[in-house]
């Protein structure tokens, strides 16, 4: 069954560095999206993405934050320069077709990446 | 701002006991909804969705129900395994102001099934 993969599982840095991490999203999907979960807390929206331009994006995705698709598989989200308030898991998610578009609009997600900011 | 959320935190069961762990959210504008499981250390897993056009829809042991007169989902799982262990989220598309594609995920609930 085709799933979202991403890299690394866990990415330890240090604050003011920037890290970018990495996601394959299913193949046929045309939608992308990056979410965060802090420990203990509820999984967040950061940002979507289709046709190679975001199309929304939360107020936790600031100047910082920055995402790409460089190839026609990878989908990736950059932090510049990294808080400590970034540290938490980060998913991303892909779908077929968006929300409202019929029955693949499910956005099925990686198994995360946890960051660390020290 | 108006948000998804959810009644119990935790929710305790024996194993072959049918499980319902509900939500609320307060968007009348959301036309989709999904229930995600989460295990540990691991990602949001889908179990089931619906959309605000229908009251009920069913798959393999979980059953979804929309209640919109009172803005109520639930999740009913049948028969509960050990497996089924695991942290619950609601979650809902957030039209107008969230746009279509954004999903907005209530706080979970942790199912524990006890042996």
């Known amino acids: 069954e085709p799933e979202v993969t991403q890299t690394p599982s866990h990415q330890v840095t240090q604050m003011g560095q920037e890290v970018i991490l990495r996601c394959v999203p299913i193949?046929?999907?045309?939608?992308f999206y990056w979410y965060r979960q802090i420990l203990g807390q509820k999984v967040e929206f950061l940002v979507s993405f289709y046709n190679n331009e975001i199309s929304e994006k939360s107020e936790i995705f600031d100047d910082q934050f920055s995402v790409e698709r460089p190839d026609g598989s990878n989908f990736t989200l950059k932090i510049r320069s990294t808080k400590l308030e970034d540290s938490a898991m980060y998913f991303c998610?892909?779908?077929?077709?968006?929300?409202?578009?019929?029955?693949?609009?499910?956005?099925?997600f990686g198994p995360g990446t946890r960051l660390l900011v020290l | 701002g108006e948000s998804v959320g959810l009644h119990l935190p935790t929710l305790s069961v024996q194993e072959g006991d049918n499980s319902i762990i509900n939500c609320a959210y307060s968007?009348?504008?959301?036309?989709?909804f999904i229930w995600y499981k989460q295990e540990s250390g691991k990602g949001p897993q889908f179990i089931i969705d619906i959309r605000s056009n229908m009251d009920k829809r069913q798959g393999q042991r979980v059953t979804v129900l929309l209640n919109k007169t009172v803005k109520h989902l639930s999740l009913q799982i049948a028969a509960t395994q050990p497996g089924d262990s695991a942290v619950y989220f609601c979650a809902e598309n957030n039209p107008p102001s969230g746009g279509y594609n954004k999903l907005i995920f209530g706080a979970g609930t942790r199912l524990a099934v006890h042996p």
């Open positions: 193949s046929n999907h045309l939608y």
């Open positions: 998610a892909s779908s077929e077709r968006p929300v409202g578009g019929g029955l693949q609009e499910t956005q099925y």
């Open positions: 968007n009348s504008a959301s036309d989709y």
